[in-house]
Each structure stands twice: as structure tokens, then as C-alpha cells.
């Protein structure tokens, strides 16, 4: 496995770098909407964060720290990719345990996530990082 390194991107350059990766999981998402609808959240408290090896993003993340009634103070996984040709050569780990450091450094009790029922290469992944099912996330257009 080649060097790697995360970096957070708040920059527009840094957040477009994202876009191709993210695109793989968010495909309705044009590139400057994309990084402007990052940018917005940036404001709400979201952060981005890539993995990088050899130049190249690999692997993205998207999340938020944040307090519930229910949990304490969490860390929540909006999205997590790694390319789909990258998959299996452990940049999603790396990018996983690091998020799971940003947790603990953060004083969370958990970190959280959704993920769609249909995505069962995630939920294999999900479960070999030591995550189980805890609840059903239940939505309705309005």
C-alpha cells in the first residue's frame, strides 16, 4: 500500500478535489453544486475530509459532531466512500479508524452512520470495523 495521508478540505480547490470520489456515492451532485452545498454545511459544522496516496484521492468522508438526547455527543458519518476502484486495498479502513480517532478526540460516545438498506458491500464493511445495527432510520417524502 502506497503512502497515504487525510487532510480536511475547506478550501474550494481542497473540496473539489472530493468531487470525484463523492460522485461515486452521490451521483445527483454536479461538481460546483457539490462544492457549494459543502461550503453551506462547512457553516452548520460539517467537515470533509479525503484520504490522499500517490496524488491521487482515493477515499472521502463527510461528518459532524453533534449532541442527542438519545446518544450524548456523537460523531456522525454523512457519507463515507472509497473509489470504486480502489475498494479492498484498505483505504476505507484507514479513513474509518481515522474518523473513529476524530470521535474520541472529539469526547464522543459513539460514532453513528446511516446506511441504505441496498448497500450490502458497506454493511459487510460496516460490520468487519466492529459497527452492528442498532436501530431503522425511518423516512417519508413531505
Same mark, same amino acid.
Given at each position: 500500500? =502506497?503512502?497515504? %495521508?487525510i487532510f480536511e478540505a475547506r478550501s474550494e480547490a481542497?473540496?473539489?478535489?472530493? %468531487?470525484?470520489v463523492m460522485h461515486e456515492l452521490r451521483p445527483h451532485l454536479a461538481e460546483e453544486p457539490f462544492v457549494q452545498q459543502v461550503? $453551506?454545511?462547512?457553516?452548520?459544522?460539517? $467537515? !470533509?475530509? =479525503?484520504? *490522499?496516496?500517490?496524488?491521487?484521492? $482515493?477515499?472521502?468522508?463527510g461528518f459532524r459532531l453533534q449532541?442527542? !438526547?438519545a446518544h450524548g455527543r456523537i !460523531?456522525?458519518?454523512?457519507?463515507?466512500?472509497?473509489?470504486?476502484? *480502489? $475498494?479492498?486495498s484498505g483505504w476505507g479502513?484507514?479513513?474509518f479508524q481515522w474518523l473513529l480517532q476524530q470521535a474520541r478526540e472529539g469526547g464522543c460516545? %459513539?460514532?453513528?452512520?446511516?446506511?441504505?438498506?441496498w448497500r450490502h458491500?458497506? %454493511?459487510r464493511f460496516y460490520f468487519r470495523q466492529g459497527m452492528h445495527i442498532s436501530s431503522y432510520h425511518f423516512t417519508m417524502p413531505c
Amino acid at each position: 500500500m =502506497a503512502n497515504s %495521508h487525510i487532510f480536511e478540505a475547506r478550501s474550494e480547490a481542497d473540496i473539489r478535489r472530493c %468531487h470525484a470520489v463523492m460522485h461515486e456515492l452521490r451521483p445527483h451532485l454536479a461538481e460546483e453544486p457539490f462544492v457549494q452545498q459543502v461550503l $453551506r454545511q462547512q457553516e452548520q459544522g460539517f $467537515r !470533509l475530509a =479525503a484520504l *490522499e496516496a500517490e496524488g491521487s484521492v $482515493r477515499a472521502v468522508t463527510g461528518f459532524r459532531l453533534q449532541e442527542m !438526547l438519545a446518544h450524548g455527543r456523537i !460523531l456522525y458519518v454523512d457519507d463515507l466512500v472509497t473509489a470504486e476502484k *480502489e $475498494r479492498s486495498s484498505g483505504w476505507g479502513e484507514q479513513l474509518f479508524q481515522w474518523l473513529l480517532q476524530q470521535a474520541r478526540e472529539g469526547g464522543c460516545a %459513539h460514532l453513528q452512520l446511516d446506511s441504505g438498506s441496498w448497500r450490502h458491500g458497506a %454493511h459487510r464493511f460496516y460490520f468487519r470495523q466492529g459497527m452492528h445495527i442498532s436501530s431503522y432510520h425511518f423516512t417519508m417524502p413531505c
